[in-house]
């Protein structure tokens, strides 16, 4: 059940994008992300509640595609703040179970 | 909001004893979840509560490990008789659902206790 995240790490010089994909091998109902510093705790970024919805904020940007049931995590311009671990968690379709299944995550450097 | 405490930061217990975390939720949350989380691997969801009730119980957790939280406030995770595969990072979050079943708004998550069994 646990989404598989792609890459498991990235490297970027500051100003490049990246792209940070989440798949799933069940029905989901929606994807969250979370991006984690390290010895900190998750922060929220996002929720794509329905398939095929985006969503960005600021220059970080996410799609679903409901029917291959996988997210995608778009990163531009990145920044060094952007540096840390990006989880995708999914809720899955069908009767509610209250929890999100996270991915091992990816980790994202950014550097000068 | 003050955020999402959690206490203490650091436990280090030898094999056998029994743990406690406190976790104290943002103010009129009443969604609280507890996650463990191992270097490397995302967050694990152990159990969820809306207000008081123990709503979702992960088939993973043994019965050693045991959560409360009465009056749907502050919440306890207590592991008994730790084994040194349960040294991880205990994370609490909290969040306000404004209806339905689902998970539709954010999670706000504590630092976490970091539980080290010896």
């Known amino acids: 059940q646990q989404p598989v995240q792609s890459p498991q790490a990235v490297i970027l010089r500051e100003g490049e994008d990246a792209v940070i994909n989440c798949s799933s091998s069940?029905?989901?109902?929606?994807v969250h992300w979370y991006r984690q510093k390290h010895g900190e705790a998750p922060v929220f970024l996002m929720i794509?509640?329905?398939?095929?919805e985006q969503k960005g904020h600021d220059k970080i940007s996410a799609s679903f595609n409901e029917k291959k049931q996988q997210s995608s995590l778009y990163l531009t311009a990145s920044q060094l703040s952007y540096s840390g671990t990006y989880f995708c968690g999914t809720e899955l379709g069908g009767g509610s179970n209250y929890k999100l299944t996270f991915g091992k995550g990816t980790l994202l450097t950014v550097n000068p | 909001d003050t955020g999402v405490s959690q206490d203490p930061r650091h436990k280090i217990t030898k094999r056998g004893q029994n743990v406690t975390f406190r976790c104290d939720p943002i103010?009129?949350?009443?969604?609280l979840y507890w996650y463990r989380q191992t270097l490397g691997q995302g967050p694990e969801f152990l159990t969820y509560?809306?207000?008081?009730?123990?709503?979702?119980k992960s088939r993973l957790l043994s019965d050693r490990f045991s959560a409360e939280r009465p009056k749907g406030s502050f919440s306890t995770l207590e592991i008994q008789r730790t084994e040194q595969g349960d040294s991880a990072m205990y994370l609490c979050a909290s969040s306000l659902a404004t209806g339905g079943a689902r998970i539709n708004e954010k999670l706000f998550f504590g630092s976490g206790t970091q539980l080290s069994v010896l």
């Open positions: 794509l509640l329905k398939g095929g």
């Open positions: 103010s009129e949350h009443n969604r």
């Open positions: 069940k029905a989901l109902y929606s």
């Open positions: 509560f809306q207000n008081e009730a123990q709503l979702e």
